[in-house]
RNA sequence: GCGGGUGUCGUAUAGUGGCUAAUAUGCAAGCCUUCCAAGCUCGAGACGGGAGUUCGAUUCUCCCCACCCGCACCA
């Protein structure tokens, strides 16, 4: 039934049109990565946000959650290898304008170049073997100097000259506050190992080039759950958790399974054992990166050992074992989730008489309204009376609940299955002679009459 | 970050070196309306920002910003 193939300009634009999501600082002219969430949007992400709440942590036995503090000791971020290798060295031929890694290029001629060396190091590598290295593209060996992007965002933290060598960066990955809770967990509440901990939290990065709308945004959110496991008791869990998530898409998100498919990495870094990504089909973009599954394996907690100088080992009380845990990741971006939500709902029908109808055929669970409450007729004072009373009641029972009294029945329906509102309930005259409503189905349009209380 | 393109009410589109910048839809107010965007009246709402050229710039030029396409990047 669908009209034409729906683009990411017009999820844009219906964001927009319809309170879902704005672009940032829109009154100063926008700025680049960041997007605000309007009213519909902000409801539909917390909505979000419960379901996955609910199936990672309340749904578990063996789950708990935090939410650990934005800033961290700056140590962190070396601990996890963001400070060294969150950035690509960079150089870029002066011919063609293309780029080159310059680590990867100097590996190709058998130097050893890690990512990790400063820019320094690097770009005097570089220079000692400019002769060697070609442009892949056009041939030629004119490049300019390396530069390498780190990903990082700075702030000035308890920073008062501005000169402080040590800044405290914002989180590049929300998951970190997860490890360097693991031991105060384990300490504090009554888990033992398998078990996980659940957070939703924000990350930053200086994204190069952020693009394509909620998908890569410099300012992001993400859901994480890092699953704690014994040494090599890894691969059962795994492939359970890799079958939860996908699950979780499918059955509470409502994702239609064929715009959802696996991709393993092939490229593995060096301390992972296993990596798969969840891809969703983005209108115009295609197949991408929803949610990643990692195994681990203890590279994490050892780095944060390593580091902090605390001793994370797990003393597991059946054996008396020590050892450092595992780590089973799930990784997910809320923006692109979001997204991936909001473009699997939109759909526009064609009526029967060639009219269209823009409906977001969201889960009412995931819906920003739950009910719209309308009198049949806006200038009959025992109608309009009885509605608000109606849609006092609701609202009082299921929080969000959308008065509607404009124009007439049918534009008000309209609206509310452009915003995804899964009922729509009607006052009318024989509302005030028997008690009972009409409620109009989003999906079906088809209408019951119920009493009130039956609602 | 590089190359190319685009930028006009919330959205989608017209248009112009000079008259009050237009249309649809949406929004808001009123009338009407007994169930799927009916009709009427009234209203608010835009030339992305800054310089320059010009008697006069939304229109031409430059810079900046944002978005789109391609490249590169994506721990």
């Known amino acids: 039934m669908e009209e034409k193939r729906t683009t990411l300009e017009d999820i844009v634009s219906f964001a927009k049109r319809r309170g879902f999501v704005y672009p ?73 304008h293309t780029r080159i890694r310059v680590d990867k290029e100097l ?55 501005g000169e402080d060598e040590r800044p405290v960066y914002l989180p590049g990955e ?11 967990v384990v300490d504090t509440m009554p888990v033992k190992i398998p078990f996980g901990i659940a957070q939703i939290g924000k990350a930053f990065r200086n994204e190069i080039s952020p693009r394509n709308f909620l998908f890569r945004t410099r300012e992001l959110e993400q859901a994480d759950t890092q699953y704690f496991v014994a040494p090599h008791q890894n691969k059962e869990a795994y492939e359970r958790i890799k079958q939860n998530r996908w699950d979780w898409y499918v059955n509470d998100l409502g994702i239609k399974p064929e715009n959802l498919k696996w991709h393993q990495h092939e490229n593995l870094v060096f301390y992972a054992s296993d990596a798969w990504d969840i891809e969703y089909n983005y209108p115009s973009l295609g197949f991408d990166e929803l949610e990643g599954v990692h195994d681990r394996t203890d590279y994490d907690l050892t780095q944060h050992m390593k580091f902090s100088g605390t001793d994370l080992q797990y003393n597991d009380p059946a054996t008396h074992e020590k050892y ?50 309308s009198p049949l007729l806006k200038n009959k004072p025992e109608l309009v009376e009885k509605a608000r009373e109606v849609y006092l009641a609701l609202k009082k029972k299921y929080g969000n609940v959308m008065w509607d009294d404009n124009g007439n ?5 309209r609206r509310q299955d452009e915003i995804g509102t899964p009922y729509c309930v009607v006052i009318d005259f024989d509302t005030l002679q028997d008690g009972t409503v009409t409620i109009r189905d989003r999906d079906t349009t088809e209408q019951k009459r119920v009493a009130i209380d039956q609602i």
């Not at 770009?123 to 041939?139: M, Q, S, T, V």
């Not at 029945?409 to 329906?413: A, M, Q, S």
Request: include cysteine; charged fraction near 25%; glycine fraction near 10%.
């Open 174 to 184: 929300a998951c970190q506050g997860i490890y360097l809770n693991f031991k105060n």
């Open 324 to 373: 450092i845990p595992w780590i089973l990741e799930t990784s997910m971006g809320m923006g692109r989730c979001f997204l991936a939500v909001l473009c699997d709902a939109y759909t526009v029908e064609t009526l029967p008489n060639g009219e269209t109808r823009t409906v977001l055929k969201l889960k009412p669970e995931l819906a920003p309204v739950k009910y719209a409450v």
């Open 409 to 413: 029945i049918g534009k008000r329906y």
């Open 24 to 96: 940032g600082s829109d009154i100063y002219g926008g700025e680049a990565g960041l997007y605000d969430f309007g009213p519909n949007g902000v409801e539909l992400l917390n909505n979000i946000k419960k379901s996955w709440w609910k199936a990672n942590v309340y749904d578990r036995d063996d789950f708990v959650g935090v939410d650990s503090a934005i800033f961290k000791h700056p140590r962190v971020w070396e601990a996890s290898g963001h400070v060294g290798g969150f950035s690509d060295p960079l150089a870029e031929c002066k011919v063609c």
């Open 107 to 161: 590996g190709a001629i058998g130097i050893t170049a890690d990512e990790k060396m400063s820019e320094e190091e690097l770009g005097k590598l570089f220079d000692e073997n400019r002769d060697k290295i070609k442009c892949p593209k056009c041939g030629n060996k004119d490049f300019t100097g390396v530069k390498a992007f780190n990903l990082l965002v700075k702030s000035n933290l308890g920073d008062f000259t």
